[in-house]
């Protein structure tokens, strides 16, 4: 359960009155996700989702979030639409935080995503990229490699009591990230969470994708990399080969990676893991008093750190020339 701000019956139905979304029903807090607090809201006109924007989201941010949003659904991409108030306005604010009303996407996440699921995700990620790349407002990744020390150092001496030796294990791959990081790769907008809890199926089709709030200007592999770490691995860190190949495959199916992004693969995927075990281990040690919310494991991003360090090429990953 993601709920940091609790929001009272009459606060939300004098949220609601600036908008022509007809009358509440019911709303409930939304168990799923760990950024953000969201309530599901039924109304008398539809359904649609209220998002408080918590700690990592930057409310500057937003209007490049939900313009993108609009953006890409312009472009037939399945997406939630920011819903506006009467003043025409989307962005508003609910109990001191930013928030915002958007579309209800059907479909269900897939829990253990198989290689068709990897292949349709590999698919809808090069379109996303594809539908992005005439969006005209840039936003710079403040989650890269830069960051890591930082939110490293924010864990602190408390790491080791997370697992012996992290502080030895992250300190190894900070000075290789920092040392090999890729620049100049092909770039654009990129969605930067696309988890498996973010990406929706009706039956085998994959029908909608959400949780825009850390897209932002980066190397479009670097946004694979994220995927193929989010999709292909078992939280005991097994990395399964034919969910990389199908994956790789769907998005080559509609962008072709360049040589140099097929060479870079190996260190994203080993940045990618290190980004997504930091922000787990810094929300592990600081579960804020009161808050509702599950976070994630840190160690199954470190047992992944295991697999990408004797990575050596992209053809470990599934690709093939
Ligand atoms: N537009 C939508 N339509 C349908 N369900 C949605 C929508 N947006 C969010 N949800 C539901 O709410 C859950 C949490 O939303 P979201 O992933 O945006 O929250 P978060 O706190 O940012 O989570 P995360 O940990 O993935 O970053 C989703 O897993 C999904 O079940
Ligand atoms: N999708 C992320 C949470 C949002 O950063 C994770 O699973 O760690």
Redesign the pocket.
């Known amino acids: 359960m993601?709920v940091y701000t609790e929001v009272s019956d009459e606060a939300l139905t004098a949220f609601l009155s600036a908008y022509e979304i007809g009358t509440l029903l019911s709303y409930k807090g939304?168990?799923?996700?760990?950024?953000?607090?969201?309530f599901?809201l039924h109304t008398t006109v539809g359904s649609y989702?209220l998002?408080l924007y918590?700690k990592r989201v930057d409310a500057g941010d937003l209007p490049f979030f939900l313009n993108l949003m609009e953006h890409l659904a312009a472009r037939g991409l399945a997406?939630?639409q920011p819903i506006a108030k009467r003043d025409g306005v989307a962005l508003g604010e609910l109990c001191g935080r930013p928030a915002v009303i958007?579309?209800?996407?059907?479909?269900v996440?897939v829990k253990r995503p198989n290689a068709d699921h990897c292949r349709a995700l590999g698919v809808a990620l090069a379109g996303l990229h594809r539908a992005g790349s005439d969006f005209g407002m840039r936003r710079a990744n403040n989650l890269s490699v830069e960051s890591w020390e930082p939110l490293f150092l924010a864990a602190g001496p408390a790491a080791d009591t997370v697992s012996v030796g992290l502080t030895e294990r992250v300190r190894g791959d900070l000075a290789v990230l920092r040392a090999g990081w890729p620049r100049g790769l092909p770039s654009g907008v990129i969605h930067a969470?696309l988890?498996t809890?973010?990406v929706?199926f009706i039956g085998d089709d994959l029908s909608?994708l959400?949780?825009f709030?850390?897209a932002c200007t980066d190397a479009f592999a670097y946004d694979l990399a994220i995927c193929l770490n989010a999709w292909c691995f078992e939280p005991d860190g097994t990395f399964f080969p034919d969910k990389g190949a199908a994956m790789i495959a769907g998005y080559q199916s509609v962008r072709r990676l360049l040589d140099d992004e097929v060479d870079a693969l190996p260190i994203l995927c080993r940045g990618a893991a290190l980004r997504f075990m930091l922000t787990r281990l810094v929300d592990w040690l600081n579960v804020p008093p009161g808050a509702l919310v599950q976070p994630?494991d840190p160690l199954e991003y470190d047992r992944r750190l295991v697999f990408h360090r004797s990575a050596t090429h992209a053809r470990d990953y599934g690709w093939v020339a």
């Open positions: 993601a939304i168990a799923e996700g760990v950024e953000n607090t969201n599901f989702i998002t918590e997406c939630p958007v579309s209800f996407l059907e479909g996440s969470d988890f809890d973010n929706f909608g959400i949780d709030y850390f994630k």
